[in-house]
Each structure stands twice: as C-alpha cells, then as structure tokens.
C-alpha cells in the first residue's frame, strides 16, 4: 500500500472509516493512520469526525494515466513514447532531463501532483502544491541544436492558449517570451531546458505548469498577480474542468506543434503569437541583469525575438535574463 492508495479512496469527498479503508486496502487502521498523518505535510485539509470517520475536505481529482489519453486524439497517442505520472517529484524538467541520458527518442510525457524543487524562468520557484494544478514536462528531440529552438517557448505557449481556448476559455494573451496571461494575470508558464549536441542533435525539455485550482495559501508564494483555471471558469459562468482531461488537451495541442516545429520552426507560428500579444503597441522596460532598455513593443521576428522601437531605431532582443515589464508613459 502507499499514499495514493489512501488518496483514491478519499479523493471523492466523503467520509471513510479507517475501517473500511483499511478493508478496501487490506492494511490494519494502524497502517491507514500512519498514512493520514502525512496529508497534512501536502497541504490536504483531513477532518476527523467521531462515528464518521475521516474526509478529504474538497474531495480530490488525481491524475490518472487512462483518463488522460482518453482526452488524446489517436494520432497523438501514437506519438507519446510513455507517460509517467509522479505523487511528489523534485521537478518533472529533472526527471524529463534524466530519461534523455536513456533515449533520445521524442514523446517521453512526465507529470507529477506536486514539485519539491520546481523551477520556472530565471531558477524562480515554481509553487507546486499538491494536487491542484498541472505539472508537466515533454521531451522532444531536435536536429540543428540550439538554432533550430529559436521561438520555441513562444509557439509552446500558443499551443496553451489553443488548448484553453478549446475549453472556452477567453481573454487569454501571451507575454514575452514564456507567460500565459489571463486579462493581466499569470495563468501558466514555460520553461524549456535543452541537452545534447549545441549544433547537432539535441533533446529539449518543454516544462509547462498551469494553475488550475491554486490554493490561496500557497499563492501567497507567488511574485506577482496571478490566476487559475478555476477561477476563470467560475468568472466566466462555464462548467469547471478536469484536471486530466485538461492534459489531454494541452497534449492534443503540444505534441503535433512540437512535431511541426521541427519542419517549419515559429515562423509559422508567428502571426497566430501576434495577436495574442499583451503588450504589442506599448511602451516596455527590459531588464537584462545590470542594464535595461525602454521602447515601444513592436511584435516578434521570425525567430521569436523581441522588436522594440527604442529611440535609436528597432532593436531585436532574444530570450536569456530580459525582464519585460509594461513601462510608465
């Protein structure tokens, strides 16, 4: 028996004598007690009540590997080499990074309920509480290293949208280079992370977490204005969603990009980043370790890098330690 075990059986809401769970698990209500002292160390609010027995305040959808593909169209099933899905994991980038040393096969899917040590831009933490948002990491393989990755994080985060937008999901935008936004808000981010030949073949790593139902004690983590799924669903009167099914979808959009991408790169992506551009139009500050730089934001190149209108004439900026923020007129 471990922990998920227990979780399955609670992860509907209701009440559960450690009798029965010990039964339904063939474990003594020693052994079940033993487990339940550990929810609390992931955050899950159990309540104990006399004569009842113990609930998971909520209830809990966990993921789970079949629900996930029957949201994946059959053409990308094929695609996916294996799908592992982690209780608690340092970071599913790392683990991802691992099982490029094995393979350098593309289509390696790696999810987790929650990060010990996620990392978003810039070696931020990346708050990672249990089973509430998305953590997932896909490895892909690439030819021409380095070069052939330009503009990748900016077309993964328009495969995001896509999947939401999917979902009815509206007033999304993207942010330089790696930030999904919602109305100002940070929704999701991406974080790509590369092995291998810097001029040959080459495996990347494309990290995407996603709020989805962000506690708001552990937002109180988080840097800056943000967001999740849920509260947009609620906000826009639609139907909440499931977290797994929600994968399938970020999957169904993620893997035949990345495969297009390898042929195309974002060039043809381009346009479609364009107009989901937040800050297009608008005076930016970047900020690129001891130096900075202001202008207008005027779109992307073909290889994703930044134009800005500075008062010397149109400059590109490429990823690395820029900070963008909107600038003061």
């Given at each position: 028996m471990n922990l998920t075990a227990v979780l399955n059986l609670l992860a509907d809401g209701g009440f559960h004598s450690g009798e029965a769970l010990g039964d339904a698990l063939g474990v003594s209500r020693t052994a079940i007690w033993k487990h339940l002292q550990k929810l609390d160390d992931l955050g899950l609010n159990l309540i104990s009540v006399k004569g009842k027995g113990y609930c998971l305040e909520g209830g809990l959808e966990l993921l789970d590997e079949r629900k996930i593909l029957e949201s994946v169209s059959d053409d990308v099933q094929t695609r996916i080499e294996a799908l592992d899905i982690y209780s608690v994991i340092d970071s599913t980038n790392i683990k991802a990074l691992s099982r490029a040393v094995e393979s350098d096969a593309s289509g390696y899917i790696c999810l987790a309920e929650q990060q010990t040590a996620g990392r978003g831009r810039r070696g931020r933490e990346w708050v990672s509480p249990f089973g509430k948002?998305?953590?997932?990491?896909?490895?892909?393989?690439?030819?021409?290293?380095?070069?052939?990755?330009?503009?990748?994080?900016?077309?993964?985060?328009?495969a995001i949208v896509r999947a939401l937008q999917k979902q009815g999901l509206s007033d999304l935008q993207l942010k330089w280079p790696n930030d999904v936004l919602w109305r100002g808000r940070k929704l999701a981010g991406v974080l790509l992370e590369m092995t291998g030949d810097v001029t040959g073949r080459c495996q990347v790593v494309v990290g995407v977490g996603l709020n989805v139902s962000m506690p708001a004690s552990a937002g109180t983590a988080i840097d800056q204005a943000w967001v999740d799924v849920d509260s947009i669903t609620e906000g826009l009167n639609i139907p909440s969603l499931s977290r797994n099914h929600l994968v399938g979808r970020l999957l169904d959009e993620l893997i035949p990009m990345l495969n297009e991408f390898q042929h195309g790169g974002f060039a043809a992506l381009r346009a479609d980043w364009e107009a989901l551009d937040a800050y297009r139009g608008q005076r930016v500050e970047l900020r690129m370790g001891a130096n900075s730089a202001s202008g207008v934001a005027r779109g992307v190149s073909d290889t994703g890098a930044l134009k800005v209108m500075t008062e010397g004439g149109e400059t590109l900026y490429n990823g690395g330690e820029i900070s963008l923020r909107g600038a003061a007129r």
């Open positions: 948002n998305i953590y997932l990491s896909a490895l892909w393989g690439f030819d021409g290293g380095a070069a052939a990755l330009e503009g990748l994080s900016l077309a993964v985060g328009v």
